[in-house]
């Protein structure tokens, strides 16, 4: 069994959500990783914060970021176990951070940490 990432990017990061809806996201995360638990693969994840990101460039250049650079951001990602890519990708239909226009979850199989693949 293999492990894969899932990023949540959403389409505009700057946007910001009432508290409310924040708390029906929130919900509807836990709920949506409690299932993936409940199947023993969930493996881990975190939510990404915006305040002092910063992005490091070849030559030592580094800038704020990665606001205005693009409109896209990463929100989160989730490791999971999976059987395969597809097992994987069915995993993120599920994903609440869908619900948003534009929003996906990208999909890709960890590297393992005896450089076999």
Same mark, same amino acid.
């Given at each position: 069994?293999?492990?894969?990432?899932?990023?949540?990017?959403?389409? +505009? $990061?700057?946007?910001?959500?009432?508290? %409310?809806? =924040?708390?029906?996201? /929130?919900?509807?995360?836990? #709920?949506?990783?409690?299932?993936?638990?409940?199947?023993?693969?969930?493996?881990?994840?975190?939510?990404?914060?915006?305040?002092?990101?910063?992005?490091?460039?070849?030559?030592?250049?580094?800038? +704020? $970021?990665?606001?205005?650079?693009?409109? %896209?951001? =990463?929100?989160?990602? /989730?490791?999971?176990?999976? #059987?395969?890519?597809?097992?994987?990708?069915?995993?993120?239909?599920?994903?609440?951070?869908?619900?948003?226009?534009?929003?996906?979850?990208?999909?890709?199989?960890?590297?393992?940490?005896?450089?076999?693949?």
């Amino acid at each position: 069994m293999d492990e894969y990432i899932l990023m949540l990017r959403h389409e +505009d $990061g700057n946007k910001v959500a009432s508290p %409310e809806q =924040i708390q029906v996201w /929130m919900k509807q995360t836990m #709920d949506w990783i409690g299932s993936i638990s409940a199947q023993n693969k969930f493996v881990g994840g975190n939510g990404l914060l915006f305040p002092d990101a910063r992005v490091v460039k070849s030559h030592n250049v580094v800038t +704020d $970021g990665p606001f205005g650079e693009i409109k %896209e951001t =990463i929100g989160g990602y /989730m490791i999971v176990k999976a #059987d395969s890519v597809d097992e994987a990708v069915e995993f993120a239909k599920g994903c609440p951070v869908l619900q948003g226009e534009g929003n996906s979850v990208e999909v890709r199989r960890i590297a393992k940490k005896d450089g076999i693949h």
